[in-house]
T-cell receptor, first 114, second 113 residues
Framework: NAGVTQTPKFQVLKTGQSMTLQCAQD?????MSWYRQDPGMGLRLIHY???????DQGEVPNGYNVSRSTTEDFPLRLLSAAPSQTSVYFC?????????????FGNGTRLTVT | ELKVEQNPLFLSMQEGKNYTIYCNYS?????LYWYRQDPGKSLESLFV?????AVKQEGRLMASLDTKARLSTLHITAAVHDLSATYFC?????????????FGEGTQLTVNP
């Protein structure tokens, strides 16, 4: 059972480049989300999805897009990378928002924008 | 806007000692989560607290929730080096019903021999 799988683990981008961070889960979880982690700021929610075809913005959505075409996948797109997007990105999923289950986190993607 | 504050942010303690990490939050909530993160690693779930007065224990860690005071505590008993990690609390407001967790800044715990 792979759980939540994120790729790549590391990425370096130049300012203005675009890329997609991949996230897949094999637990049939309804809820998926993306967080970014920056020193001294905990984790901040970027976007989330409560099911296939449904997405919504979190606390810091600017500069990022998401889609949820299947239950398993929830990619995060950086439209035009900026140095302020240098961070560690975590994808997380849970069974359902109506059931009080904790988040299962992927191993993270460390992104550097130069 | 929901705010979650942890204190202390940094905690250095000796093996065998007891200590408590505090998590305060700013709005009505009856769901609070504690997570652990080892350096360079992902987060793993420790406790889910779902009601006022809830108490959960696992090994040397015990978590409690007081929804009236908007406070959760994570108590460490007789600390050992393996507990060195960063601990996060996360709160879900009643308005968002589980879809938007807000995390505290984290408490970096170092247990010294």
């Amino acid at each position: 059972n792979a759980g939540v799988t994120q790729t790549p683990k590391f990425q370096v981008l130049k300012t203005g480049q675009s890329m997609t961070l991949q996230c897949a889960q094999d637990m049939n979880h309804e809820y998926m989300s993306w967080y970014r982690q920056d020193p001294g700021m905990g984790l901040r929610l970027i976007h989330y999805s409560v099911g296939a075809g449904i997405t919504d913005q979190g606390e810091v959505p600017n500069g990022y897009n998401v889609s949820r075409s299947t239950t398993e996948d929830f990619p995060l797109r950086l439209l035009s990378a900026a140095p302020s997007q240098t961070s560690v990105y975590f994808c997380a999923s849970s069974y359902s928002v109506s059931v009080n289950s904790p988040l299962h986190f992927g191993n993270g993607t460390r992104l550097t924008v130069t | 806007e929901l705010k979650v504050e942890q204190n202390p942010l940094f905690l250095s303690m000796q093996e065998g000692k007891n200590y408590t990490i505090y998590c305060n939050y700013s709005t009505t909530s009856d769901r609070l989560y504690w997570y652990r993160q080892d350096p360079g690693k992902s987060l793993e779930s420790l406790f889910v607290l779902l009601s006022n007065g809830a108490v959960k224990q696992e090994g040397r860690l015990m978590a409690s929730l007081d929804t009236k005071a908007r406070l959760s505590t994570l108590h460490i008993t007789a600390a050992v080096h393996d507990l060195s990690a960063t601990y996060f609390c996360a709160v879900d407001s009643q308005e968002t019903s589980g879809s938007r967790l807000t995390f505290g800044e984290g408490t970096q715990l170092t247990v010294n021999p």
